[in-house]
């Protein structure tokens, strides 16, 4: 499973979130809330192991937001 952990100055660490059952949806997800967040933030998705109660850092998903002119 894999979980959607939001980083921002403002909030702090928010994986509250739901889990998904792949890393591409995880990361559609991630996509999602950092057009949906307007503030800096940051975004990673986790594997996350129920069993061992653990998680793995996989990747850190950024999208540049160009202001409209």
Not at 16 to 42: F, I, N, W
Request: charged share 30%; glycine share 4%.
């Amino acid at each position: 499973m894999y979980r959607l952990k939001l980083i921002s100055p403002d909030f702090g660490i928010d994986d509250s979130g739901p889990l998904h059952p792949t890393q591409e949806q995880a990361r559609r997800a991630a996509e999602l809330m950092l057009h949906v967040y307007k503030g800096r933030v940051r975004a990673e998705v986790h594997k996350v192991d129920l069993k061992a109660r653990t998680s793995e850092k996989l990747e850190e998903v950024y999208i540049k937001m160009v202001p409209m002119a």
